[in-house]
């Protein structure tokens, strides 16, 4: 079993940039495929990025595509998404997930999730 733990939210102003992090814990994090999902009040989760067991793949959304960065350092069990150009609209919790196999934007693929971080952008 794999344990998740996402840092790094907060309140940021339009514009402005955040790094969220996701450090994992329990068996060799290298052999998951991990994902971003984000949920704002009253919506469904929405899939944000994922990245590879290596790290050489990487998916984004539409809604993330050009402004965020997802990348992974295995040494450290980390992952991070790099967000940049932030609107009002990114604010949501932010979960990240963990996965055997790759699945991309397929939230019920993901075996392992965590609690989340709360990420609020001010007009």
């Known amino acids: 079993q794999v344990q998740l733990v996402e840092s790094g939210g907060g309140l940021v102003q339009a514009g402005g940039s955040l790094t969220l992090s996701c450090a994992a814990s329990?068996?060799?994090?290298?052999?998951?495929?991990v994902g971003w999902f984000r949920q704002a009040p009253g919506k469904e989760h929405e899939f944000v990025a994922a990245?590879?067991?290596?790290?050489?793949?990487?998916h984004y959304a539409d809604c993330a595509q050009g402004r965020f960065g997802i990348s992974r350092d295995n040494a450290k069990n980390t992952v991070a998404l790099q967000m940049n150009s932030l609107k009002p609209e990114d604010t949501a919790v932010y979960y990240c997930?963990?996965?055997?196999?790759?699945?991309?934007?397929?939230?019920?693929?993901?075996?392992?999730w965590g609690q989340g971080t709360q990420v609020t952008v001010s007009s």
């Open positions: 329990g068996r060799t994090f290298s052999n998951y495929a």
């Open positions: 990245i590879s067991r290596s790290g050489a793949g990487k």
């Open positions: 997930a963990a996965t055997v196999a790759w699945a991309g934007g397929s939230r019920g693929a993901y075996d392992y």
